[in-house]
């Protein structure tokens, strides 16, 4: 079951917080979209099929989808709640320059991306749509679009669009890794557990991570952990020690080190700057 709940809308644009209560491993019936859109996954996981090709979809990874594409979901992971943005042809047109749409249609969402998603939520529900949600718009598409216009380009993009054999293999280990990770599967633990439980070498599984999401695994372990840390800080943890032990860091330096390596924030401005506190505690 899916139910949609309207969040803001603006000057071509709608945002949507879009809830699937599904709980089936089969695909569903294919759905034709009608629209550009950029979905972003805020809690759970699902896969989505365009092309016939399958892909993981969750927190570390925004899709677009554009008019005429036929998609295919799965949900083996039980429900999931997403942020869906619809753009207008014209916002489309003005956001990509003229460019041809035939973009990367996934993009890793780093933590920068998710602080201007939450950002962009909050924006939402100041009421201001012409201005503060518009702006705060602009900012996570920007980043969103650098992303898939950098890939997008030259044999990158080829091998993305039309990908090889090679490339969907290589699609699977990664989408397999990821799960991995984001399920705390113990084997997750370690680059060496983790290659074993994939049946590849470890240099197989590094080399194969990094060409193809980006980033090396070390640094995509990290990042879902900051994402689970920008969660609980928003929820109000209060330890900063007992948050560092729940998300596996050494201790709470080790979580500060992470959290500013990826954000240029400590975990203490992050709490306020969530909150809506400023720095004085107004």
């Known amino acids: 079951m899916r139910s949609n709940r309207r969040l803001g809308t603006g000057p071509g644009f709608t945002v949507d917080a879009v809830t699937c209560a599904d709980d089936h491993r089969g695909w569903s019936q294919t759905e034709v979209s009608d629209d550009y859109r950029l979905v972003l996954v805020r809690s759970g996981r699902f896969g989505r099929m365009t092309d ?12 677009w989808g554009v008019p005429g594409e036929e998609e295919r979901f799965a949900h083996p992971s039980g429900g999931d709640v997403c942020t869906a943005l619809s753009l207008s042809p014209a916002l489309w047109r003005s956001l990509t320059g003229g460019r041809p749409t035939r973009i990367r249609p996934t993009v890793y969402v780093d933590a ?12 939402a529900k100041g009421g201001d749509a012409g201005f503060a949600l518009a702006e705060s718009l602009m900012g996570l598409l920007g980043s969103v679009l650098r ?20 490339s969907q293999v290589r699609g699977r280990l990664v989408s397999a890794a990821r799960e991995a990770i984001i399920s705390d599967h113990p084997a997750a633990e370690g680059l060496l557990s983790l290659a074993q439980l ?32 920008l969660e609980r800080l928003e929820a109000g943890a209060a330890s900063l020690a007992e948050l560092a032990v ?10 500060t080190r992470t959290v500013r390596g990826h954000l240029g924030h400590t975990p203490t401005a992050l709490r306020r700057l969530l909150s809506g506190r400023s720095a004085d505690g107004r």
């Open 147 to 166: 992303q898939a216009f950098h890939t997008a380009d030259g044999d990158a993009a080829a091998q993305v669009m039309a990908p090889p054999r090679s």
């Open 198 to 229: 994939l049946d590849v070498s470890p240099y197989q599984l590094s080399r194969a991570f990094t060409r193809e999401m980006g980033v090396s695994l070390t640094h995509y372990r990290n990042r879902v952990r900051v994402g689970r840390a």
């Open 246 to 255: 729940e998300l596996g860091f050494a201790d709470q330096a080790h979580l």
């Open 52 to 63: 016939g090709v399958a892909g993981l979809v969750d927190p570390t990874m925004a899709y």
């Open 112 to 123: 920068k991306v998710e602080l201007a998603h939450r950002a962009f939520l909050r924006a």
